[in-house]
């Protein structure tokens, strides 16, 4: 099993940015899948989630400003992050649990830098 996340970076105040998570060696279709931030010196914080029926929630701090979809056919998760905030700056990492709750993975983490 491998995840892989890409598009992280540096984006000025109210900029945008798309962060993707890939999967393989699963069965994509069956997980549920959670994004999650944690900035420096701060605990890890639940971004939203997207279950394998394609619904919603997002935490009330990114309500508005960001939209995690999904592609089964690529196996890939997105985090759409727009009018991005300084405080927005954190570690971005996917949680992929399966629809049991059986198996778990982690993506390796992606840095995002909200910064003039």
């Known amino acids: 099993v491998q995840l892989v996340e890409s598009g992280g970076g540096l984006v000025q105040p109210g900029g945008s940015l798309r962060v993707s998570c890939a999967a393989s060696g699963i069965d994509f279709n069956m997980y549920n899948i959670n994004w999650y931030r944690q900035a420096p010196g701060k605990g890890r914080e639940l971004v939203g989630n997207?279950?394998?029926?394609?619904?919603?929630n997002y935490a009330d701090s990114v309500k508005g400003r960001f939209t995690i979809s999904r592609d089964n056919a690529k196996s890939t998760v997105y985090l759409q992050m727009n009018n991005l905030k300084p405080e927005d700056t954190a570690v971005y990492s996917c949680?992929?649990?399966?629809?049991?709750?059986?198996?778990?993975?982690w993506g390796q983490g992606t840095q995002v830098t909200v910064s003039s």
């Open positions: 997207i279950n394998r029926y394609g619904r919603t």
């Open positions: 949680n992929l649990v399966n629809w049991n709750g059986a198996y778990e993975y």
